[in-house]
């Protein structure tokens, strides 16, 4: 198992490294500079001559056997990449701070706006403009359709009041009549009874099997069934999210 040091380790083990060099005898610069000061404030005698050079050959033989120097070992853990206390909390902080990127969110799963939008564009969904869009060209069409139709076979013959219109015969199949008040359909119409249209509805004679019938071809449309633009609404963004659950 991998493991790392925190702040509070690498505290902990300079205070035993800076502990045990102290323990051997060694001295920082400014204690070295205080007693080399405090030697020359003196004349030495022959037995502090004699006690410091043995003092020195005593210090020769402890780095002979591969001792050093607080400054040595400062120098030795440098070498070795350790940081300092400082140099972690930057490395953390800058290691919090990346896991706020985008790259760190994109590793989750998460997606943004524009990929969203391609999912959503992906499984076929339309908005309520395009469906709008697609309802008019429909309309159009259908219109189109019935207007070619009309010209081409249809014969206009005038307005009537619905009480006045022609008996259904084989003779006036073709014939159309704009009723001129409103009324409410029989069982003679394509339609079948009980459809309500308002006045200026045209009707035309057509054949239904053996017999003839009056089919309606305009007035109210019943659009019942259609999805009314107030009854779209647009897609939340929770609702996306939910989609990605």
Avoid: H, R
């Avoid at 449309?221 to 939340?236: K, N, P, R």
């Amino acid at each position: 198992m991998a493991k790392f040091i925190t702040l509070e380790n690498l505290t902990y083990f300079l205070g035993k490294v800076k502990g045990w060099v102290t323990g051997l005898g060694y001295q920082t610069s400014e204690q070295v500079n205080t007693a080399i000061t405090g030697a020359t404030a003196k004349l030495a005698t022959k037995e502090e001559v004699t006690s410091a050079t043995a003092d020195m050959a005593t210090k020769a033989w402890v780095g002979e056997q591969g001792y050093q120097t607080a400054s040595q070992v400062e120098s030795a853990i440098t070498g070795k990449g350790y940081q300092t206390a400082g140099d972690v909390s930057s490395a953390i902080s800058a290691a919090t701070a990346d896991m706020a990127t985008q790259t760190w969110v994109g590793q989750q799963g998460f997606q943004n706006s524009s990929q969203v939008e391609s999912a959503i564009t992906a499984k076929g969904y339309d908005t309520a403009s395009s469906v709008d869009g697609k309802v008019a060209a429909a309309k159009s069409e259908m219109q189109s359709a019935i207007d070619a139709a009309v010209s081409s076979v249809y014969e206009p013959k005038g307005s009537v009041a619905f009480a006045s219109l022609p008996s259904l015969a084989a003779g006036i199949v073709g014939d159309v009549y704009n009723v001129t008040d409103g009324f409410t359909t029989t069982e003679n119409f394509i339609e079948g009874a009980g459809k309500k249209y308002p006045a200026g509805t045209n009707v035309v004679c057509v054949t239904d099997g053996d017999a003839q019938k009056w089919d309606v071809l305009a007035g109210m449309v019943d659009l019942s069934g259609y999805v009314q633009t107030s009854d779209l609404e647009a897609v939340t963004n929770p609702e996306i999210d939910a989609m990605f659950d």
